[in-house]
T-cell receptor, first 111, second 113 residues
Framework: GDSVTQMEGPVTLSEEAFLTINCTYTATGYPSLFWYVQYPGEGLQLLLKATKADDKGSNKGFEATYRKETTSFHLEKGSVQVSDSAVYFCALNHKNEKLTFGTGTRLTIIP | DGGITQSPKYLFRKEGQNVTLSCEQNLNHDAMYWYRQDPGQGLRLIYYSQIVNDFQKGDIAEGYSVSREKKESFPLTVTSAQKNPTAFYLC????????????FGPGTRLTVT
């Protein structure tokens, strides 16, 4: 079945550092891919998405490129801020009504 | 503003009691979902519904029940049969066309003692 594997956390970085959170997936065909963010005590918010191979999703300085050849959708940001501290979830949807989520990566940014 | 509301934000119950969590959406979405999140873990799907008066079990439906009498509402009942009900519960909705992008509510933290 479909699955998503995320880089294990927690990840701790200094402010203005470069961020990469790895995400790989297993699915047949061409799923849609998502990154969600969860701030403390809140629900999930969609951060970005990509619906076909080589698409790049971007939002709030974050980017992720849908790589079919490596089945990956790594999240990147060039310069993180303290306000980026949250839990990040990678997810996929494969032409059905359910999302398959990774286990989440907790990110902490130190001033 | 369109969105999903969940109430209450915090809920406390004694063991052996049933409790119902509210979820309402005004996004005109056909599909609605309930997830459970435990500390340090990902989301696990409890139930979902694509249309009024119909719903399907997710991965961890045992000890839970739902109803979908209105398009806007999808309440979740945590029954006394749920062995470990203390968790953070998230409701979501999506359209059933396109990429099934889900929108989430703020969550309800349930504590059962």
């Amino acid at each position: 079945g479909d699955s998503v594997t995320q880089m294990e956390g927690p990840v701790t970085l200094s402010e203005e550092a470069f961020l990469t959170i790895n995400c790989t997936y297993t699915a047949t065909g061409y799923p849609s891919l998502f990154w969600y963010v969860q701030y403390p005590g809140e629900g999930l918010q969609l951060l970005l998405k990509a619906t076909k191979a080589d698409d790049k999703g971007s939002n709030k300085g974050f980017e992720a490129t849908y790589r079919k050849e490596t089945t990956s959708f790594h999240l990147e940001k060039g310069s993180v801020q303290v306000s980026d501290s949250a839990v990040y979830f990678c997810a996929l949807n494969h032409k059905n009504e359910k999302l398959t989520f990774g286990t989440g990566t907790r990110l902490t940014i130190i001033p | 503003d369109g969105g999903i509301t969940q109430s209450p934000k915090y809920l406390f119950r004694k063991e052996g009691q049933n409790v119902t969590l509210s979820c309402e959406q005004n996004l005109n979405h056909d599909a609605m979902y309930w997830y459970r999140q435990d500390p340090g873990q990902g989301l696990r799907l409890i139930y979902y519904s694509q249309i009024v008066n119909d719903f399907q079990k997710g991965d961890i439906a045992e000890g839970y029940s739902v109803s979908r009498e209105k398009k806007e509402s999808f309440p979740l009942t945590v029954t006394s049969a749920q062995k470990n009900p203390t968790a953070f519960y998230l409701c979501a909705s999506s359209s059933i066309a396109g990429v099934y992008e889900q929108y989430f509510g703020p969550g309800t933290r349930l504590t059962v003692t």
